[in-house]
């Protein structure tokens, strides 16, 4: 069975920095694009930033030139640094993986993170 589990949410100070990591288990053969997304109250799901397994990477318009992401494939581990953090960038944080598996390719998701930005 695969499981992502997501670490380093918390609260911080607007202008403050954080680490989201994301790490995948289970009976793993292969993972291709890796990313996190984000929900915030009342909104929509929305994507942060996506990484192949090659290091391309994709950025939603509110991460471009504050958050990074990037992916450790030795470990099955995806993180997102953000830095510059902004009151709106309160949000649960979801890691998302697109993994082949003994039962094949399926997209999965974490529990969520919760990050929350003070002003």
């Known amino acids: 069975q695969v499981r992502l589990v997501e670490s380093g949410g918390g609260l911080v100070q607007a202008g403050g920095s954080l680490r989201l990591s994301c790490a995948a288990s289970?009976?793993?053969?292969?993972?291709?694009?890796m990313g996190w997304y984000r929900q915030a109250p009342g909104k929509q799901r929305e994507v942060v930033a996506t990484v192949q397994y090659g290091g391309s990477t994709n950025y939603g318009d509110s991460a471009k030139g504050r958050f990074t992401i990037s992916r450790d494939n030795a470990k099955n581990t995806v993180y997102v640094q953000m830095n510059s953090l902004k009151p709106e960038d309160t949000a649960v944080y979801y890691c998302?993986?697109?993994?082949?598996?003994?039962?094949?390719?399926?997209?999965?998701w974490g529990q969520g993170t919760m990050v929350t930005v003070s002003s």
């Open positions: 998302n993986a697109r993994i082949f598996s003994a039962t094949g390719w399926g997209d999965y």
């Open positions: 289970g009976s793993i053969f292969s993972i291709s694009t």
